[in-house]
């Protein structure tokens, strides 16, 4: 994923959490959190920069990916956030609960 976003989109900070441990079953690198900053979003609405995303990394979102929660943004905006940008991982009745 990471080599794929890099060469698609030449990302000025890239940050790709595995969260896959948080939820059930066997599955692993299967649910990611992606925090993406490029220049390639500029003038895009927030689903058209998820939307590009989607596209480069169909192959693994056919496959193992089960899940991706992604924040897309401009170099401007991430300066506007002051580099203060996350992604809460969301509560699932997955693997942190067995036992």
Not at 10 to 20: A, F, V, Y
Not at 86 to 98: F, I, M, S, V
């Given at each position: 994923?990471?080599?794929?976003?890099?060469?698609?989109?030449?990302?000025?900070?890239?940050?790709?959490?595995?969260?896959?441990?948080?939820?059930?079953?066997?599955?692993t690198d299967s649910h990611f959190r992606l925090i993406?900053?490029?220049?390639?979003?500029?003038?895009?609405?927030?689903?058209?920069?998820?939307?590009?995303?989607?596209?480069?990394?169909?192959?693994?979102?056919?496959?193992?990916?089960?899940?991706?929660?992604?924040?897309?943004?401009?170099?401007a905006e991430y300066e506007t956030a002051g580099?203060?940008?996350?992604?809460?991982?969301?509560?699932?009745?997955?693997?942190?609960?067995?036992?």
């Open positions: 994923m990471e080599t794929k976003l890099i060469e698609t989109f030449s990302p000025s900070r890239l940050r790709i959490d595995n969260d896959s441990k948080r939820h059930a079953g066997p599955a993406i900053v490029a220049d390639a979003f500029d003038g895009q609405n927030r689903v058209q920069r998820q939307r590009q995303v989607y596209a480069c990394l169909a192959e693994e979102l056919a496959g193992p990916v089960h899940a991706l929660q992604m924040k897309c943004l401009t170099q580099g203060d940008v996350t992604l809460k991982a969301p509560p699932c009745g997955g693997g942190h609960r067995r036992p």
